[in-house]
């Protein structure tokens, strides 16, 4: 796996020659991508592109008749007003110590198909909390819905927001019906992941297969590491802080002000403390401001979070440049410690051509990712990856488990661990670099489309997050589920992003502004205006170049 970029390709080779029924295999995402579904018709629709979308060999025959005239915005008052169970309103939680990121809903099946109808009015009312309330008595239980009805209306609606998901980073590609049989199992991988404990009922063994993939992946050796599946990439973020502080007791925890939030709330558990350094417009920490405080504070150990794409503008820190200046400043490897939160793109960046690496063959000590995201799972989830004598600091032993006690949570959900086994021995290196290109390539895709439409776009190098100027209408911005912060918003494009829907995307956005206007800048240095700097190359409406003669 040292040489994944080059043994993918021979991965893929093999992989075409095994011919499989099942949709399940490594080609899971194109079978995914290639199925269709019968849309139900609706009599109202609140953008003129919101019809359901043809299938690929259609769209390529067949042109999308527009709506009359007369169907407006405004008609869209008409559909259920509890369409997503949320508010009309957009709220902005931006804190000065992190950037939030809540939540989105979603399902596996038809995640790659068409536009979903809204739900009616019926099945909206199922959704209630009238209807899903408890009862506690036969009274109460003959004024509640069945059952059956609610979870049948649930159903449409996650079919529903999965088909306009694109504001959060989750893969919502993926096929797990051959393990739907070990949900009736209650799999507990409680303690360590390498020590059993009493409890038989466990997925150490696939957990364990999947930290030692991931420890290959970035280059670990033999007996040297220490990991565990964790439930989200903020549990991975909370321990590699943990374990930080451990060996730093007296450290500054040093991290851009465009971390994700989970950093400073391990900050903020732990009593550590932190400074949050200012950053470049692409959002990639400011070196020279990061070499200024560390040199401040010389006599304290230095911790360092070092981003592998941050929350909002999926923009990478360099690692290399960060530990050039720890070299220049005289820091010791003894007394500095990185962790690398790389929830999204560090598990896509190997994948990625001429990308810079990021490995422990380098001088770092922890690193957190999400399975969720990237891969694609049912249930949120993550991995965490530290160097083996680092855990020893935390280790208890705990006699009513007959194992020890080094992780985060005490049970832990050994399902997650099972699903994430299936996805990485289902995709493959080939598959994971199938889905990464996908995105990469399909990301410039949306930039190109929203940069032609005369709006103000952005996409880093290392990314497949597209950061767009802030939609007006907040119906819009709750439809495609953007991901906002104050006058801006982003699409994440994942695997179950495709060209169709962003042409929707951004036909619908284009009706937006013609009807709403644009964003104005809410203050002079908002992200609106740093995603206009000339910083990122070229224009941020449309590019210009010259001629080598030319005048510059």
Known sequence: MRSILHSASRVAARAARRSTSSPIGSNSSAYLMQRTLPSATTTTHRFKSSLPLDDEESQSTTSTTSPPPSESLAEHEAEPHLDNNTSDTIEDYTSKAGTPSPWAVFDAWGAGEGIVDALSASEEDMLSPENVRIPTSEEERTQVADESDILSSYDKLLKRKSSVHFGYPYNLMYNHEELYEFMKYSINNLGDPFITSNYGVHSRQFECSVIDFFADLWKMEKDSYWGYVTTCGTEGNLHGILLARECHPDGILYSSRETHYSIFKAARYYRMDAKAIPTLPMGE????????????????????????????????????????????????????????????????????????????????????????????????????????????????????????????????????????????????????????????????????????????????????????????????????????????????????????????????????????????????????????????????????????????
């Open 285 to 552: 920490i400011d070196y020279d401001a990061l070499a200024t405080e560390i040199s401040k504070n010389r006599d304290r150990p230095v911790i360092i979070n070092v981003n592998i794409g941050t929350t909002v503008k999926g923009a990478v820190d360099n690692l290399d440049r960060i530990l050039r200046i720890l070299k220049t400043l005289g820091i010791p490897r003894e007394r500095f410690h990185i962790h690398c939160d790389g929830a999204l793109f560090a598990m896509m960046m190997p994948f990625v051509d001429w990308a810079p690496e990021i490995s422990f063959e380098k001088p770092i000590d922890s690193i957190a990712v999400s399975g969720h995201k990237m891969l694609g799972c049912p249930m949120p989830c993550g991995i965490a990856l530290s160097r083996k004598e680092h855990v020893k600091k935390v280790e208890m032993r705990i006699d009513y488990l007959n194992s020890v006690d080094t992780t985060i949570m005490g049970s832990r959900n050994g399902q997650a661990a099972l699903y994430l086994w299936y996805s990485l021995r289902k995709k493959g290196l080939a598959g994971i670099k199938r889905d990464v290109v996908h995105c990469m390539e399909t990301a410039q895709y949306l930039r190109d489309k929203i940069t032609e439409a005369g709006l103000t776009c952005r996409l880093n190098d290392l990314s497949s997050t597209v950061v767009l100027e802030r939609p007006m209408d907040d119906k819009f911005i709750k439809r495609w589920q953007l991901a906002c912060e104050e006058d801006i918003a982003h699409v994440v494009v994942m695997p179950n992003v495709t060209k169709l829907k962003i042409d929707k995307f951004v036909e619908e956005l284009v009706e937006c502004k013609e009807e709403f206007g644009r964003m104005a800048p809410k203050r002079g240095d908002s992200p609106l205006v740093k995603l206009q700097s000339s910083s990122w190359g070229g224009s941020y409406v449309a590019p210009t170049v010259g001629d080598f003669k030319e005048d510059f």
